[in-house]
């Protein structure tokens, strides 16, 4: 197939090209070629002749998201929807990356694919106008829901591990009531690369099994390397930053399931990750 990436040089979005270069013909789109908030972005999509569009290209910053909630919903919103006409117009299969932020993160069990949403956040609300705007243009479409994702130059393993190379006096403080999906960007781009081969359209939920807290996550981090750092828990009432993340959104892998599309435990994905993260030091 004829695939285009948009934010293809994001953590997904490279762990999409490395997962699916063997077996197709990939069209990459990075930032340069791409400006989401431009309805040029149609045309570009529509000149790639794709089979399918995977659109993994987001403003990922739920902070910068609460911060400037218009440019969240630019970007997430608008740009969701440029991307999805351009799909039209070539009718083309698009998938999009959405995020387990669409939940209000109050509930007592991981959210099912069906389940109401209601995102207490710009960025949550900007990503769930992408998803409404899928669902109404394009009948061939994925909504595929990711949470904590680690695989790429940025993400929660990495700040724990620059943390942890030079703590405070008083060790590291992580918050003990978020609960959610830590989830592996490569085992999300196998999980695509069967889906897109089916013609199963809807909503998915593509995370690594088993959830946990942040300090949870932080801890086996810390266990699996062997370090002995100081780790405290703390409230999300006691973590001040600009946005306000749900306390409680894992998310149950349901409709991939059954397609057989199932997920290792996230430690054995982070273990994976981690044994990466050596060979890149020592190479």
């Not at 045309?43 to 987001?58: Q, S």
């Not at 209000?104 to 099912?112: E, I, K, N, S």
């Not at 801890?219 to 409680?248: V, W």
């Amino acid at each position: 197939m004829r695939i285009a990436i948009t934010g293809a040089n994001g953590q997904l979005g490279r762990a999409l090209v490395a997962t699916l270069a063997d077996q197709h013909e990939l069209i990459p789109l990075g930032h340069d070629q791409l400006e989401l908030t431009d309805p040029a972005t149609v045309d570009h999509i529509a000149a790639t002749g794709a089979d399918v569009v995977i659109h993994a290209a987001a403003y990922t910053n739920v902070d910068g998201c609460a911060r400037d909630p218009i440019l969240a919903y630019r970007v997430n919103g608008l740009g969701t929807r440029y991307v999805a006409l351009g799909c039209r117009r070539i009718q083309a299969t698009m998938v999009y990356i959405s995020t387990n932020e669409v939940f209000a993160g109050d509930g007592q069990r991981p959210y099912v694919e069906d389940d109401p949403t209601r995102p207490i956040n710009p960025y949550g609300q900007s990503k769930l106008a992408g998803e409404q705007v899928v669902r109404t243009l394009i009948s061939q479409h994925f909504i595929v829901r990711v949470a904590w994702l680690f695989g790429g130059e940025r993400n929660f393993v990495r700040t724990v591990l620059r943390l942890a190379s030079n703590p405070p006096a008083q060790g590291l403080r992580m918050v003990a009531d978020e609960i959610g999906s830590p989830t592996y960007t490569y085992d999300v781009a196998i999980g695509l690369a069967r889906l897109i081969n089916t013609d199963y359209y809807g909503t998915y939920h593509f995370v690594n099994d088993g959830i946990c807290s942040r300090y949870e996550f932080a801890a086996e981090i810390l266990r699996q390397l062997g370090m002995s750092t100081p780790l405290h828990p703390i409230r999300l009432r006691d973590f001040q930053r600009d946005s306000t993340p749900p306390p409680y959104t894992p998310l149950a892998n349901l409709a991939g399931a059954a397609l057989g599309i199932t997920f290792r435990p996230w430690q054995e994905a982070l273990a994976v990750y981690l044994a990466r993260l050596r060979n890149e030091l020592l190479s």
